[in-house]
């Protein structure tokens, strides 16, 4: 078992920056490849980035791409999302989750635990 405790979300104005942190307790997630995915109101979840179990390959939705950062240290179970330049649109629960294997993973489904979400509000 695996929990998760996103946090750094909160209220910002269009082009300020956050950084979300994730740790995770219980098992090693050192092993694992990790994502991040956000749900906006009325809107479906989707992937913003996800990070293979060593941190070398990355993935970054079209829509953050140039804007957020994905990164974790598996010495502190921490993966991070860095995210420059907001955007109203990017107003969402920005959840973290595990994935099922250790190889990049960008879909819902391929996730094995989730945290309870961290809301981002950006105005403009």
């Known amino acids: 078992q695996v929990q998760l405790v996103e946090s750094g979300g909160g209220l910002v104005q269009a082009g300020d920056s956050l950084r979300l942190s994730c740790v995770a307790s219980?098992?090693?997630?050192?092993?694992?490849?990790m994502g991040w995915f956000r749900q906006a109101p009325g809107k479906e979840r989707e992937i913003v980035a996800a990070i293979n179990w060593i941190g070398d390959t990355t993935y970054s939705a079209d829509a953050v791409k140039g804007r957020f950062t994905i990164s974790r240290d598996n010495l502190k179970k921490t993966v991070y999302l860095q995210m420059n330049s907001l955007k109203p649109e990017d107003t969402a629960v920005y959840y973290c989750?595990?994935?099922?294997?250790?190889?990049?993973?960008?879909?819902?489904?391929?996730?094995?635990?989730w945290g309870e979400g961290t809301l981002v509000t950006v105005s403009s």
């Open positions: 219980g098992r090693s997630i050192s092993s694992s490849s």
């Open positions: 989750a595990v994935g099922r294997t250790s190889l990049l993973d960008i879909s819902p489904g391929g996730m094995d635990y």
